[in-house]
């Protein structure tokens, strides 16, 4: 069965740059989550779409934003990047309001 | 807002037996979806078992199987005859239902989550 694809896998960016992490949701779902996981922390919730409108807000930074395209794949862009930021970042689909598939993450390191 | 309170940082149990992680949350809602989720070395998240709120059956899910406790807002899972594969991180998570017409906002909130150790 097809899963969540996320790219790139790894990233490793020098402080005070641009990162942009990409989602492509399992075919026919319709709503997209990030997530961020910090080391030995619990993932965090960031934004999510639904229908390429952004639905709901966490605490997401005002450098990061994000959106969801017409053929529901998502992009998450994070600028002035901080060596806080080095994390793992979750994305996730759902179809419906029963269940979150996630993707592998991508693991960003902030140098 | 929802909390999730996960009490244990760690937890092992030795090859075969049964171990129970605890799980609390705290909300005012009176709908809404639990998870168990299991993040193995690989840092991928898996889902293990799912409790709708409003179901009194508790779930199950072969060797795995839920005490939910809806008044006391108690959510434990429970994993017998543990797998070497089973060790992982474990967190407990809360999903508030969906509205009327706004899905999309059902995020999920995390405990911190508990280590578990098989010990063969």
């Known amino acids: 069965a097809a899963g969540v694809i996320q790219s790139p896998r790894h990233l490793i960016k020098e402080k005070r740059e641009t990162a942009t992490l990409k989602c492509y949701p399992i075919p026919r779902h319709d709503t997209v989550y990030w997530y961020q996981q910090g080391p030995g922390q619990d993932p965090q919730f960031l934004i999510s779409?639904?229908?390429?409108?952004?639905?709901d807000k966490g605490s997401i930074p005002d450098r990061f934003s994000a959106q969801q395209f017409s053929d529901y794949h998502s992009e998450l862009n994070m600028s002035s990047l901080e060596l806080g930021d080095s994390a793992l970042y979750f994305c996730?689909?759902?179809?419906?309001?029963?269940?979150?598939?996630f993707g592998p993450g991508t693991r960003l390191t902030v140098l | 807002a929802q909390t999730v309170t996960q009490s244990q940082p760690e937890m092992s149990v030795q090859e075969a037996e049964t171990v129970t992680l605890s799980c609390t949350y705290d909300t005012s809602e009176s709908d809404y979806y639990l998870f168990w989720y299991k993040q193995p070395p690989s840092r991928q998240m898996i889902l293990v078992i799912r409790q709708e709120a409003y179901k009194q059956q508790n779930a199950t899910e072969n060797r795995f199987s839920v005490n939910f406790q809806k008044a006391a807002k108690s959510f434990s899972l429970k994993i017998s005859d543990s797998q070497l594969g089973d060790a992982a991180m474990y967190f407990c998570a809360y999903r508030s239902p969906p509205g009327v017409s706004n899905f999309g906002n059902e995020k999920l909130t995390f405990g911190t989550g508990t280590r578990l150790t098989i010990i063969p």
């Open positions: 779409f639904y229908e390429k409108m952004q639905s």
């Open positions: 996730a689909s759902s179809p419906d309001y029963n269940e979150q598939f």
